[in-house]
């Protein structure tokens, strides 16, 4: 469950989201729509606490994010998974090097980490590129290699940014698939898109923004 109660975020004198409200049930799949600038990321950074509220409260489970004590931040990040339209990948590392990079900080046995390893390459198709680097795959690829990072470890919830942003239709629309696979399995999804065709084709809940507040929040909705 992600809750926000009243939540205000100011920049000095400006406001990027003003008395936001909503409740996101477990499992549930949101699309979080709205021009650049509404503030869809500023929403998705106050959940996994890159952002602290100027006012209001926001819950994750159980957890009340704002008043969190810095040491438990590290837990609530295990719960969250993110992923960025520029992927964000390590270079230097191969893509199951960058699926493990969640599981290193888990205090896992090594013969786990393999294991959860080659799961979650068959999740996002990747089990014949586990020793490739980013650079040698394709952006769709490597945007499959994130998406496997987020949630390789307990991640309960996937906030996704705009993860179709740099994708021609039909890479977008494969990244989609993993994404709905992945709700299936339980995770709950809250994704910020442009993506018109996709918003209308998928009939989910759509939460509009503008200029900083929520105009719309509809189940099985389109993008407008
Ligand atoms: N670090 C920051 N300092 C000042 N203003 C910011 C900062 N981050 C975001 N904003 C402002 O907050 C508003 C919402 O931004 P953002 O959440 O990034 O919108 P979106 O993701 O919908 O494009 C914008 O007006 C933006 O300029
Ligand atoms: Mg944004």
């Known amino acids: 469950m992600i809750l926000f109660d009243n939540v205000s975020k100011r920049y000095g004198k400006s406001t990027a989201v003003e008395d936001i409200n909503f409740k996101i049930d477990k ?5 979080l729509v709205g021009s650049s600038g509404a503030g869809k990321t500023t929403i998705l950074r106050l ?20 008043k969190l004590p810095k040491s438990r931040v590290p837990f609530l ?12 990948l390590l270079n230097d590392r191969t893509v199951a090097e960058n699926v493990a ?3 290193e900080i888990l205090d896992r046995q090594s013969a786990d980490i393999d294991k959860r390893i080659r799961e979650v390459l068959n999740i996002v198709l990747l089990t014949e590129k586990a020793n490739f680097f980013p ?4 952006l769709g690829e490597q945007q499959r ?3 496997g990072r987020a949630v390789a470890g307990e991640t309960e919830i996937l906030l996704a940014d705009e ?12 990244i989609l698939k993993i994404i709905t696979e992945i709700n299936k399995q339980g995770k709950t999804v809250i994704m910020a898109s442009h993506n018109v065709d996709i918003v209308n084709s998928m ?3 759509v939460i509009e923004i503008s200029k900083g507040k929520i105009i719309r929040d509809q189940k099985k909705s389109k993008y407008s």
Request: proline share 5%; hydrophobic share 40%; net charge positive.
């Open 27 to 31: 499992g549930e799949f949101v699309f």
């Open 47 to 66: 959940i996994d606490r890159e952002l602290l509220p100027s006012s209001g409260s926001v819950f994750v489970s159980d957890l009340e994010v704002n």
């Open 77 to 88: 990040r295990r719960k969250v998974g993110f992923v960025f339209q520029d992927f964000k």
């Open 101 to 103: 990079v969640s599981l």
């Open 135 to 138: 650079k040698q795959l394709s």
């Open 145 to 147: 290699v994130a998406i």
């Open 163 to 174: 993860p179709t942003g740099n994708l021609d239709p039909k890479t977008s629309w494969d």
């Open 203 to 205: 009939k989910k809940r």
